[in-house]
Structure formats: structure tokens, C-alpha cells
């Protein structure tokens, strides 16, 4: 289930209307078009046109993560999602674990406290033990649905990242060899090696000096 930018932008949104305003769910192009590009509670925020959204849409179609509904009595065909927690797909959430998916697909990598603090609408965690006993949950499955990656400089929380979006399983992991180094480790580990190497000509130079000085004399 690999989803691009655009298609990972559509579940999130269909994901949060269910929740939020069920009476307004399923969604138009316009409606799903105006809650892909809403200015809060996104990241980053995206500007699509409704062409965009609907290539997305057609794609998802195609991937079985969506299905098309028309209201008795209306042209307009409104869109649902297919994605958890229906008898046509194979992952199924808690209450809590779907909130964590939802607002990792709309707001990318955050933290527990974070999500804990963005939930509200979604689900009401009782506290941050819950949030992190959940990632641990979805982090645990046979497949798993999210990760944890490396802390930040000057952070005190690690930050969790989902795995559906492509390009999301190719962070670094927590505790990975392969994680990327902070930019200002790197501009200290230059520094030591520079220092390192002018240590090296001075000490040679100072040789060849004392040398130079046993030949005078």
C-alpha cells in the first residue's frame, strides 16, 4: 500500500471527515479538494487543483483504497475511503491507532506529545502513555505501520513517521547505523579534522626546523 504525496493527502482528509463531520462524509471532488488544501492542520499545505485530486482518486480507485458513491437523487458522486476498518480491507485500527495514521498522513513525522495534543477531534487520549503504548502497537504489527526515527538536536521527544507514503520507509530508523548525522555534529567532526590535520603540519614543520637548526650549528 504505497501511497504518493497527493493520494497519502486524500485518505488522510477522507480518514479525518468520517471522523469530524460525519454528516458531510462521504465527500465531492470539491469538498475532498477544499480539505486537501486547508491551511490549518496540514503540512505542508498544498495548493491542488481539482484535476489533482481527481488523478489521485482515480489511482486509488484503482488500488481498491477508495470507492464512489451517488446520493438518491443527486449527479454529484461523492468519495469514501477504503483504506481501514471496513470489510474490504485487511487493516483494522483502534480508535486511537486511526487517529495516529490520520494525523501522520495530513501532518507528516510528529511526536507523541504532539499527536497527543492534535488528536482532539480524532480521539480523546487519556495520556501520553496511551499515545506511545499505540505507536508501539502499530509499530509491532507484522507489517508495520509506522516507525520511530532519530532524535532531534535539542529535542525530548523521538518523532514517528507512517509507512504507507512512498519514500516514508526510507528514513532512518531510530538507533539506525544509517541515520542521518545532525548537521551540527557534522560541522564539529569537520572542525576536529581540520584541526587534526593543521596539528599534523605544524608538528612536521617543527621538525624540520630542528633539523635545519642541527646542520647550522
Do not use: W
Not at 98 to 104: E, G, K, M, Q, S
Not at 194 to 211: D, P
Amino acid at each position: 500500500m504505497q501511497l504518493n504525496s497527493i493520494e497519502g493527502r486524500i485518505i488522510g482528509c477522507l480518514l479525518e471527515k468520517e471522523v469530524t463531520t460525519p454528516e458531510q462524509y462521504p465527500l465531492s471532488l470539491n469538498a475532498l479538494t477544499l480539505a486537501c488544501n486547508q491551511k490549518t492542520s496540514r503540512e505542508p499545505v498544498m495548493s491542488l487543483s481539482e484535476t489533482d485530486v481527481q488523478v489521485g482518486l482515480d489511482c486509488l480507485n484503482k488500488k481498491r483504497l477508495i470507492s464512489e458513491q451517488s446520493g438518491f437523487g443527486s449527479r454529484v458522486t461523492k468519495y469514501k475511503h477504503r483504506f481501514c476498518n471496513t470489510e474490504f480491507s485487511d487493516l483494522q485500527l483502534s480508535k486511537a491507532e486511526f487517529a495516529i495514521v490520520c494525523l501522520l498522513l495530513l501532518r507528516g513525522p510528529q511526536t507523541p506529545g504532539e499527536l497527543r495534543t492534535r488528536s482532539g477531534r480524532l480521539h480523546d487520549f487519556t495520556d501520553i502513555d496511551e499515545v506511545e503504548s499505540s505507536l508501539t502497537a502499530l509499530a509491532s504489527r507484522e507489517t508495520p505501520v509506522v516507525k520511530m526515527l532519530p532524535r532531534e538536536p535539542g529535542k525530548r521527544e523521538s518523532r514517528y513517521t507512517e509507512l504507507f507514503s512512498e519514500g516514508a520507509d526510507e528514513l532512518p530508523a531510530a538507533g539506525s547505523v544509517n541515520a542521518i548525522q545532525p548537521a551540527a555534529s557534522q560541522t564539529d567532526t569537520a572542525l576536529a579534522e581540520r584541526v587534526a590535520h593543521l596539528e599534523s603540519e605544524v608538528s612536521e614543520l617543527k621538525s624540520q626546523l630542528a633539523q635545519l637548526r642541527a646542520l647550522l650549528e
